[in-house]
Nanobody, 123 residues
Framework: VQLQASGGGLVQAGGSLRLSCLASGRTFSSVNMAWFRQAPGKEREVVAGIRWSGSTFYTDSVKGRFTVSRDNVKNTVHLQMNSLKPEDTAVYFC??????????????????WGQGTLVTVSS
């Protein structure tokens, strides 16, 4: 699986962005997908994800503001980010887990990664 993320940019606090991740390969519908982010000087953390079954998960800090979705026809996963805050500033990565691990919040569960897209939220 190859992943290509897009949609990052500069936005003011309170604004919105929509990230997209296009996946290659015929097995997209059978993999877990997730978005991670890494801010300068911080560890990479899970933001949100959607399992092959369609169930979703979010880190607490983005619940109610971010929505993850997938389109198995277009091999795409999206992250709709609303009410953005300066602390959301980071490089965002999409990731795929072909083994459908139970530990969906762990970066080590994901065996394919996109190149990252920068999200900057100004105050």
């Amino acid at each position: 699986v190859q992943l290509q993320a897009s949609g990052g940019g500069l936005v003011q606090a309170g604004g919105s962005l929509r990230l997209s991740c296009l996946a290659s390969g015929r097995t997209f519908s059978s993999v877990n997908m997730a978005w991670f982010r890494q801010a300068p000087g911080k560890e990479r953390e899970v933001v949100a994800g959607i399992r092959w079954s369609g169930s979703t998960f979010y880190t607490d800090s983005v619940k109610g503001r971010f929505t993850v979705s997938r389109d198995n026809v277009k091999n795409t996963v999206h992250l709709q980010m609303n009410s953005l805050k300066p602390e959301d500033t980071a490089v965002y990565f999409c990731a795929a887990d072909s083994r459908r691990s139970v530990a969906v919040r762990s970066a080590t569960s994901y065996d394919f990664w996109g190149q990252g897209t920068l999200v900057t939220v100004s105050s």
